[in-house]
């Protein structure tokens, strides 16, 4: 039953930002609002130091779906008028891994709540022959992140370790979505957003290319595959370092009004 919730949840309110759709873009002078809703099968993997012990893990689906108390979950919400919108994004993810075993290896949760409200301005929008159209989009805005971890080392040589705590950062992000159509209701989408620079995390972007079909002015999908990755560093905490990055594909659905 765990698991029949968990799909259903992952199916119907993981965050567009893992999904990435485009519909036909509203007159110059309307107000819209886009909710976005999909579907990824991802990965997510890490790396990092602990008290000056190196840690790997990686969870899939499956792992995802066996060991997380709640799933993968958020909302995308655009909204604008005229050249300008604004992007209202948001997550929750709980990883837990095992690798190795009791005599040499180590237990792993990740906990993470992450924002990401952003403005963006039409800089382009040209008009084709056959309906072709392009569209380019600039981005600016913040991505707020909290992490909480739990580690376990078990070494026979060593000795065992257990920690645990959590960090939260606040990193300036900047990007652009670019979007053609080759025809009225077929095309494709590509957005990107990078940030960090040492604010918050050293260096985090999110990174997405989608095909997208619009059934009509309201209702589209698209198919495609997004990379999410950050670093985190800070010598003078029991984490030093951690090195995440989430990735898989996806498919959508976008509802405009």
């Not at 957005?191 to 079909?213: D, K, P």
């Amino acid at each position: 039953m765990k698991k029949l919730v968990q799909m259903f949840l992952l199916v119907t309110v993981i965050i567009a930002s893992f999904c990435g759709s485009a519909l036909a873009e509203p007159t110059a002078k309307d107000w819209y609002i886009a909710l976005r809703l999909g579907y990824s099968p991802f990965t997510m993997e890490a790396d990092g130091t602990v008290a000056n012990r190196n840690f790997h893990t990686k969870a899939d689906l499956s792992d995802i779906m066996d060991k997380m108390d709640t799933t993968l979950g958020g909302i995308d919400v655009e909204f604008g008028m005229g050249k300008w919108f604004g992007i209202l994004q948001g997550m929750y993810m709980k990883m837990e891994t095992e690798e190795g075993n009791t005599a040499n290896g180590h237990t792993a949760m990740l906990k993470q709540v992450a924002f990401n409200p952003t403005v963006g301005y039409k800089v382009y929008q040209g008009n084709f022959e056959g309906n072709q159209s392009l569209h380019i989009d600039a981005l600016a805005g913040l991505s707020y992140m909290k992490t909480s971890w739990e580690f376990n080392f078990y070494d026979t040589v060593l000795g065992n370790l257990s920690r645990s705590n959590d960090f939260s950062t606040l990193d300036p992000m900047v990007g652009a979505r670019v979007r053609y159509m080759f025809t009225k209701n077929f095309g494709m989408m590509a957005q990107g957003q990078i940030g960090g620079f040492g604010v918050g995390t050293e260096l985090q972007y999110i990174a997405s290319a989608n095909l997208v079909y619009a059934f009509n002015h309201m209702i589209s999908m698209a198919v495609g595959y997004k990379y999410w990755y950050f670093k985190y560093e800070d010598e003078g905490a029991v984490l030093k370092k951690l090195e995440q990055k989430v990735y898989g594909p996806t498919i959508g659905l976008q509802l405009t009004f």
